[in-house]
């Protein structure tokens, strides 16, 4: 079993429809993280967890929502989706003092049309 | 707020000829670097770090990355190339504090026979 998974892998919405992604690991690490990927525009971070009760809006948090409902699971929400979110949507976990690597899901695809 | 910058889009190099993909970062402490590879419909891979000691790190599949602190550099190095190295390169920083770790904006490396 891979470390961390995500479901669905691929997924395609209607304008104004709520999704949510989910998001689970297996490495026992506090630090949750959601990014969403564009091309030429790298990885950018949506909503970060440090822990079960600690939630932290990133560089581009607009219109998504996230719940961290375990140590192992946090999920996030377009709760009304747009054609701009249309992306790759990475989930990842880092644990100790932050000083380790990042472990990444394999991605979900997100078309919203 | 920490950031990188890789300032190539595109680096193209001749198999056996040797490599580099730049990065240089900005953070207010001392930071975390880290260097992930991403191939075709895959997530990222972890392939080095530095987080403090020598300033050569050494990393999977015959790469290293030397640390600058006075240029704030963390390039990515690798002495001869192979076509397999064809892929994403993403540098990431994160300070000793606690901050979110941030990507750049992606560097795609293409090896030619």
């Known amino acids: 079993d891979a470390d961390v998974t995500q479901t669905p892998r691929n997924r395609i919405t209607k304008t104004g429809k709520r999704i949510m992604l989910e998001c689970s690991q297996t490495k026992g690490h506090d630090r949750m993280y959601w990014y969403r990927q564009d091309p030429g525009l790298g990885l950018r971070l949506i909503y970060y967890s440090f822990d079960v009760k600690d939630i932290n809006k990133g560089e581009i948090s607009d219109g998504y929502s996230v719940s961290r409902q375990a140590q192992a699971k946090f999920s996030l929400s377009l709760e009304s989706a747009i054609p701009n979110q249309t992306a790759l949507y990475f989930c990842?976990?880092?644990?100790?003092?932050?000083?380790?690597?990042?472990?990444f899901g394999q991605g979900t695809r997100l078309t919203v049309v | 707020a920490q950031s990188v910058a890789q300032p190539e889009d595109q680096v193209n190099v001749a198999e056996g000829n040797p490599l580099t993909v730049k990065c240089t970062y900005s953070v207010s402490g001392n930071p975390y670097l880290f260097w992930y590879v991403q191939y075709p419909n895959r997530g990222l891979q972890f392939l080095l770090k530095y987080i403090t000691g020598d300033n050569l790190v050494k990393g999977s599949y015959g790469f290293e990355a030397e640390f600058n602190k006075s240029q704030t550099s963390f390039h990515l190095k690798k002495p001869s190339a192979l076509v397999s190295d064809s892929a994403l390169y993403f540098c990431?920083?994160?300070?000793?504090?606690?901050?979110?770790?941030?990507f750049g904006k992606g560097t795609r490396l293409s090896v030619i026979a």
């Open positions: 990431a920083v994160r300070d000793i504090r606690n901050t979110p770790l941030v």
């Open positions: 990842a976990t880092i644990g100790g003092g932050g000083n380790t690597e990042a472990f």
